[in-house]
């Protein structure tokens, strides 16, 4: 029996409008820079650079070279699979 890679598994899955959604959401939600652009970078895989730009704007080579994103660049992947940054007061512990 063959065994896939967990990434190339991931990547396959996110292919998936719904998919790939869910994974953005936990993504920002974790709050942390890295993961979020990790998560952005196997989206792009897995839809491929041309179609990202389709959807986000930008030239096919900004989402397949994507190293240090802008606020609005962030913003714009996010508004293709109909999600948005937000800010949000943190709760008082009591």
Known sequence: MKYRKFKDVL?????????????????????????????????????????ISEMAGGSRQKWNQLKNPTYQTVSDFLAAFELRLGAFEKSQSA
Do not use: M, N, Q, S
């Open 11 to 51: 990547i396959e899955d996110l292919k998936e409008f719904e998919a790939a959604k869910a994974y953005l959401l936990c993504a920002v939600e974790e709050e942390d820079d890295d993961f979020l652009l990790e998560a952005i970078r196997l989206i792009v895989k897995a839809w491929g650079p041309t179609k």
